[in-house]
């Protein structure tokens, strides 16, 4: 040690030395600062402060490497080597930047600790390199033990210092990394030696200019520039807790706020009204109009609402989902008349009207709102209480706009989260089956397919109606997984079948929103060995008209395979003509509730008469959904129907229950098929091949 101090007093110029142990310890100040908003925040937030650390910490240890250069005493005239120094800079940014990342990847306890270790070799590295850049008249050797020495101090310091800043805080991980910067360096000094070799003219003094532009560099990034950093780390914070699109506070700013408000409740033994907000008409909006105008009734309402709010008088709102919203109110004196004035202001703003392409558009709100402590006594349950109170209103929204939370209010919600959750584990727990039902020739009675069902059967509740679950897989996005799940087992299934007809396969309006859906049929149709004329996949309307151009470029593709493509419910759409005429569908299906009116309603009676008449004139096959009577099949065989299906023809039934009637029989299952047996215009098997039955 006494002689790391000897070399800085008898080797150095004292005052440069000290300007570079000033800009040392400014730099590891500021960087450990800005470590450790890194640490709080995510996403893209924290790659913004990690960006800013690493250039702090870089410019912080470059600056003092060479203002410390500066003041070293060669005993020679000396230079630098301009690529080489602007070299050892980028080194030091590049390796902070991934010691940083790792610093804070929370992967493993040691992240921290060896994160600091790759900003140790970072600093290591960049001292060395610039010692590269340094010309000197004569001959350089090295101590090889105070460079080990060297390297050995920077990686365990800096390690250290990542690892107080995770632990300790930011005062202490400036100070560890400080000693870090300066220890590196000035033993780095000691292994350098140079025995001097004058030659004329070869090397030239570095000029005062140069030494001022060095220490400008140092002092501006730390000094000078505070602020624009203010003025960054003032938008970063913008960015991390205002919404980009309303300008409203976000989420995180919301929970930070009404944990401040609790806590103020708590303190005043006061009231506080948490207010849920959703909007009625969003989908809507998005789907008809597109999501650019969905964008901006977001904007209009979010300017609304900054307006109305009145800060001083205990209210707040933020945006804290796509078209969800959350108040806060603070309720003085016990009063109630206070909070339902807000509410009036609060759906004033989300009732009026607003004007957007000339069209007066109104997205509408239902409120659910729950008080602090009456309602609940944690934040957890009072926004999970202003949650159940907001979709009470919503479920009942001809009658009321805001539903205040009542205790035991809407168990069925209750019942349905318990459902999702039951559902997300029915697949692995092998509580999902397919049931079968027949499908027949009107005029022979011959079998020409089966529709598969999804079936569920729950080991508590019992059967579980599909009306009750399918939706609530869509709502949830297990809609995808399971849908492939039916696609797969019911190909595998049909493979095997004796006589060979088809399988229809119902697909979601979800579905249709992933866009490797024609790889997924053809992945499976290898996979399974099922001739492709043998699947027949059916859809709604619905289905398509969020996006008609991408929906039909898939069936087209799924089409050009040889799959057979059904529109289901025909006739209780808004636009089921233009649909056929936009897509050659292989098969109508008529919606039961025609059939169901036939033989009571003559205007149900026409319109299968339309349907039939209308696939006939585009030579569409109709096939007869929820056929119960002979009188509906004999009437349906009179009007030159196809093909029906119903309970007269067969319930849906397991495949077990199906074998043991003789109506089918198993072969021995196929191989896979070869790529070249599936048309393939557009090359996806290529792709499709590689999947395999575990993907689901």
Known sequence: MMTVLGCIVYEHNIWLVLVAVL????????????????????????????????????????CTHFVAMLGYDAGVPIGFDLSLTVVSLLVVLFGNAIGFAAAVSNRYPIMPALGGAIV?????????????????????????TYLV???????????????????????????????????????????????????????????????????????????????TRAETIAHLRQMALY???TGLPNRANFNERLEEELA?????????????????????????????????????????????????????????GGDEFAALFRIQDDEMVGINRFLKRLETVMFTPINIDEAQIVAGASFGVALYPDDATTKE???????????????????????FYEAGMDEAVKARRCMAA?????????????????????????????????????????????????????????????????????????????????????LSAVQFAASDLPKLVMS???????????????????????????????????????????????????????????????????????????????????????VLALGKGLKIPVLAEGVETREQLSLLESEGCGEAQGYLLGRPASLDQILATGRLRIIERPLPLPRTAIHDPFGLSEVAVGRTGTDS
């Open 23 to 62: 800009l040392c310890g400014t730099g590891s100040w500021v960087t450990s600062r800005l470590f450790s908003k890194t640490t709080t925040a995510t996403g893209k937030q924290r790659i913004g402060w990690q960006a800013m650390t690493a250039l702090s910490a870089g410019v912080a240890i470059w």
């Open 120 to 144: 140790g070799l970072a600093i290591s590295t960049m001292h060395y390199t610039g010692m590269m850049a340094y010309r000197v008249q004569g001959i350089v050797s090295w101590d090889r």
């Open 149 to 227: 020495a060297s390297i050995v101090l920077s990686v365990g310091l800096s390690s250290a210092a990542l690892h107080f800043g995770m632990r300790k805080g930011s005062n202490v991980m400036a100070l560890v990394l400080t000693l870090a910067i300066a220890v590196l360096h000035f033993t780095g000094m000691m292994a350098f030696q140079v025995e001097p070799m004058y030659v004329d003219g070869s090397f030239s003094n570095p000029d005062s200019l140069w030494t001022l532009a060095i220490v400008a560099c140092g002092l501006v990034s730390y000094l000078i520039d505070n602020g």
């Open 243 to 245: 919404d980009a699109l």
């Open 264 to 320: 103020l409740a708590d303190a005043q033994k006061s009231r506080l009204a948490m207010i849920g907000i959703d909007l009625n008409r969003f989908k809507e909006i998005n789907d008809t109009r597109g999501h650019h105008v969905g964008d901006d009734v977001l904007t209009d309402l979010g300017l609304r609402l900054k307006h109305l709010v009145r800060e001083d008088k205990g209210e707040f709102v933020a945006r804290v």
């Open 381 to 403: 349950t009072l926004v999970s209480n202003a949650d159940l109170a907001m979709y009470r209103a919503k479920s009942q929204l001809t009658e009321k706009r805001v539903c």
């Open 422 to 506: 039951d559902l997300r584990k029915a697949l692995s727990r092998n509580e999902l089956s397919i049931h079968y039902q027949v499908q027949t020739s009107v005029s022979t009675g011959e079998i020409t397919g089966y529709e598969a069902l999804l079936r569920w059967y729950h080991p508590e509740r019992g059967f579980i109606p599909p009306s009750d679950f399918i939706a609530l897989a869509e709502e949830n996005g297990l809609i995808l997984q399971l849908g492939e799940w039916v696609l797969r087992t019911a190909c595998a299934a049909a493979a095997s079948w004796e006589p060979a007809c088809k399988v229809a396969v119902n």
């Open 524 to 610: 499976i149709l290898l996979e399974t060995g099922l001739p492709p004329h043998r699947l027949e996949l059916e859809l709604t309307e619905t289905a398509i008209l969020k996006d008609r151009e991408r929906a039909f470029h898939m069936l087209r593709q799924i089409k050009s395979y040889g799959v057979s493509i059904a529109l289901d419910d025909f006739g209780i759409g808004y636009s089921s003509i233009d649909t056929l005429r936009s897509f050659p569908f292989s098969k109508i299906k008529l919606d039961r509730s025609f059939i169901d009116e036939s033989h009571s309603s003559q205007e149900a009676l026409t319109i299968i008469r339309t």
